[in-house]
């Protein structure tokens, strides 16, 4: 053991000996942290100046990658997915997890129970999800929405087959996945509020929507601030379910950043490429979550 | 501002009014938050109906919610001509191993980066929680190549160890041990026990709540996890459960049953955490949202 080391050795003092045990209690997850995170961080970075297939000899080509992708055509569509996918996931997540929220926070018997039903699609593999809203998807009288609608009168729909509706299709799972996860976090927000600044407005008068639009809402900006960017974190790492469902199709329609990504590094065996694309998704995330705070920081 | 007439017109209303309106809002509620939950629901209710039912049933049009003659032929087809054990099998593994290694290492960093002193301290631990800012696409090209390089790949260690590389469990761990109190600490150190005894002894078992939130939330993840097995896995025995229904997926098509007959499988055991370790499964949510 280090600690029996260090007593033997009379040129550690007692404080540095105790500094050495305490530094390493950390080492173990460290090294984990410096192999599999801090070292390949970097090493993208590297692999990004190279025409690379992963196996052969690399070539170096500066910062040429990132200049293909400037007119690469398949790169702006994937872009236009990723974006399109965000602007529908991210201000429907929000606004169903803030409305379940507060809903469950009345306090009302048994709301309890609903907190936990919402929270199953939450704890739910995404490839679990993607295979059965595939079903659900399914043309004909074959899925489950089309059934449904056809006993109402409206006619079926070939959903993951129109490039018109394959997205928004996506994004539909992507709320249903992840609203109740938000819908904790803003349960949290709510629960911090003081009783007494409501209290306070009510006395004064005001009905309960003027308690919510003046006093509540401005009180859940950090809240609202925390989930709008996990849900940008998450929108743009979409992955699973386009690789389940579409393959990027129809018409790269729902090809997405991260499934380009993945397909140019393991299928197109364009390691450099694809690390380029990969820095340009981790700058667009810090951009837009930059944005995003300074957006909804708190008034001062 | 409320005028005057404005309070006059609350506080005028009669209890049979006040009632009323409680009733509808209170309706108002149930029937929004049960429709949420319905549409929660619904589609893993499909999901294990549709496994009960024949071929014949399950197209069926209008369909049937609940299968009138339902059957276990699913299953047993999915037992039989596929490795589903096994995967299921190498799905717990990679599980158990992903949320072991988490909580012993965080809880050992936590425990320095809230409570012993070493120079550099502060600097490494904001250096280390910057690595939840990295999004696993920029990680996982150079992490392919190391594993096969270590020759980890298609091994769990190979598996695992990047899946536990993340800060999130130091972060958890730590936040949680700033407020036990130094005292008690201080206590078993007069009484001469080393800082590994006081870790082992007192710190861990003081912990529990924070390891069961972080476990709870690391092995839910962990079970669901697809990129990275994706991967780092080319042979067929080395298959997790959702790598293998993706590729079952495929050779299967149109066997809709039996694909959810599968997805049920890889369901069920994350529903049974889940309802096991609720309370702990909602309060690491909470904290995931880095809150105190």
């Known amino acids: 053991m280090a600690v029996t080391a260090g007593i033997r050795r009379p040129s550690l003092s007692r404080t540095q000996r105790r500094a050495l045990v305490s530094f390493l209690f950390v080492v173990p997850a460290l090294v984990l942290f410096l192999t599999f995170l801090a070292i390949p961080l970097v090493y993208s970075a590297g692999i990004s100046l190279f025409r690379w297939t992963g196996m052969s000899e690399a070539t170096f080509m500066g910062l040429d990658n990132y200049g293909r992708l400037l007119t690469d055509n398949v790169f702006w569509l994937s872009m236009k997915a990723t974006v399109l996918y965000a602007l529908m996931v991210i201000p429907v997540t929000t606004l169903a997890s803030l409305v379940a929220a507060i809903f469950v926070n009345q306090g009302l018997r048994g709301t309890n129970v609903f907190k936990s039903l919402i929270f199953i699609p939450v704890i739910t593999s995404s490839v679990v999800i993607a295979v059965v809203w595939n079903f659900i998807y399914q043309g004909g009288d074959v899925g489950l929405l089309n059934a449904v609608l056809g006993l109402v009168g409206l006619p079926g729909h070939v959903w993951m087959g129109d490039m018109l509706t394959a997205l928004p299709a996506i994004a539909v799972i992507g709320v249903w996945h992840r609203f109740g996860w938000f819908s904790v976090l803003f349960l949290a927000g709510l629960q911090d509020i003081p009783i007494e600044q409501r209290e306070a407005a009510e006395i004064d008068g005001a009905s309960q929507w003027q308690v919510f639009w003046h006093v509540t809402l401005p009180l859940l900006r950090p809240t609202i601030a925390l989930v709008m960017v996990l849900g940008a974190i998450q929108s743009f790492q979409v992955f699973d379910v386009v690789f389940i469902m579409t393959e990027g199709g129809p018409y790269y329609s729902t090809h997405v950043l991260g499934y380009y990504i993945w397909t140019e590094a393991f299928r197109g065996l364009r390691m450099g490429y694809a690390s380029a694309m990969s820095y340009i998704l981790f700058g667009s995330i810090m951009i837009i979550t930059l944005i995003q705070l300074r957006i909804l920081r708190p008034a001062t | ?292």
């Open chain 2, 1 to 292: 501002m409320a005028t005057a007439t404005e309070v006059a017109r609350i506080r005028g209303r009669s209890w049979l009014e006040r009632w009323v309106r409680f009733g509808v809002r209170a309706t108002g509620i149930y029937v929004v938050l049960a429709l949420m939950g319905i549409t929660s629901l619904l589609p893993f209710f499909w999901m294990l109906s549709s496994s009960l039912k024949d071929r014949e049933s399950l197209f069926e049009y209008p369909p049937q919610f609940i299968p009138a003659e339902p059957t276990l032929a699913n299953y047993t087809f999915l037992f039989a001509q596929t490795n589903i054990l096994r995967y299921t099998l190498n799905t717990a593994i990679v599980t158990v191993g992903v949320t072991a290694v988490v909580i012993i290492l965080g809880s050992m960093a936590g425990y320095s980066f809230a409570k012993l002193e070493f120079p550099g301290r502060n600097f490494l631990f904001f250096g280390m929680l910057g690595g939840l800012m990295v999004p696993f696409e920029v990680l996982m090209i150079p992490l392919f190549i190391l594993v096969v390089r270590m020759k980890l790949a298609n091994t769990f260690p190979g598996i695992i160890l990047p899946m536990a590389a993340g800060p999130f469990g130091i972060f958890v761990m730590r936040q949680y041990l700033l407020s036990i109190p130094d005292e008690l600490l201080d206590a078993a150190r007069v009484d001469g026990a080393s800082e590994f005894t006081v870790f082992w002894r007192i710190v861990m078992p003081m912990s529990k709540p924070a390891v069961a939130a972080l476990g709870t939330l690391i092995a839910i993840g962990a079970w669901n996890m697809f990129i990275w097995p994706l991967i780092v896995t080319s042979k067929e025995e080395m298959r997790v459960l959702t790598l293998a229904i993706s590729i079952l997926q495929l050779e299967y098509r149109g066997l809709y049953g039996t694909m959810m007959a599968a997805a049920t499988v890889a369901f069920v055991p994350a529903l049974a955490i889940f309802l096991l370790f609720q309370r702990y499964f909602v309060q690491g949510i909470a904290l995931s949202g880095l809150k105190g």
